[in-house]
């Protein structure tokens, strides 16, 4: 698997910025943190963009589902100003101005797979083609679609893709094997000791979200967490001494 940091950036900072923006993404890297978690998903012509909901009206000043809008739609919402009036004018970034601006900053990326209400499969095409060439950033893929998992596996053979679960099924390992998944992304509150063991005792890498308590991210780190996906990088970073 990818050597990822132990402690990667949730929508960027997204507790001090506008989630899955540019403004985030930078905040992040001023922070310590060269490693951010954000969610990809369509356009209605096909184009990546980074967005986490379903629909536009949390995060920005427009309304509906984003896979009804045109990229150029997209782009003339504003992404910022429902957080702070400091940030309005930011918008909805594309898989590739994000990617740039990671690689200037030389910070690696999760990319999440979110179909939200697109057609899987394209979105997972058309992300392949976008990541496939690209060697100046770091990628660790993810999805909750197992479908979209198993399919990364063969249009992206050189990068890993996680298995993003909310439970985690009993049945997880076989599942995971034949997903040919390359590590286990859980919600840190299914997780306890004797669960961490299991999982890594298999040599599956384990990451976890949301975690913004440094007690709670000392201790699952301790446990073989690979590493922690928080909202405050500011925070984690301060209370946790780099892992080496």
């Not at 909901?53 to 809008?69: A, K, V």
């Not at 004018?89 to 990319?111: Q, Y």
């Amino acid at each position: 698997m990818i050597r990822i940091p132990h402690i990667i950036a949730h929508r960027g900072a997204s507790i001090e910025a506008p989630e899955n923006t540019i403004a985030a993404f930078r905040i992040a890297q001023v922070r310590g943190v060269n490693w951010i978690e954000c969610d990809v998903t369509l356009s209605a012509d096909a184009q990546c963009v980074l967005i986490h909901d379903d629909t536009l009206d949390r995060t920005t000043n427009g309304s509906g589902p984003i896979h009804e809008h045109s990229l150029a739609t997209l782009r003339t919402l504003d992404a910022g100003a429902w957080f702070s009036d400091i940030y309005k004018g930011e918008r909805i970034p594309t898989l590739s101005e994000t990617l740039d601006t990671l690689a200037a900053l030389e910070m690696g990326i999760n990319l999440e797979i979110k179909p939200s209400g697109c057609d899987a499969m394209l979105l997972a095409e058309r992300v392949a083609s976008e990541i496939g060439n690209r060697h100046d950033v770091p990628v660790l893929l993810s999805s909750f679609d197992p479908d979209v998992v198993a399919a990364m596996a063969d249009l992206c053979p050189a990068l890993d893709c996680g298995w993003l679960v909310e439970e985690i099924p009993a049945d997880w390992k076989s599942r995971y094997d034949a997903l040919k998944a390359a590590a286990l992304h859980v919600d840190q509150k299914q997780l306890t000791a004797e669960k961490c063991a299991e999982i890594t005792g298999e040599k599956v890498p384990l990451i976890c979200y949301t975690v913004n308590d440094p007690d709670r991210a000392r201790t699952l780190l301790s446990w073989g967490v690979r590493a922690i996906i928080t909202d405050n990088p500011a925070l984690m970073t301060t209370a946790i001494p780099p892992i080496r």
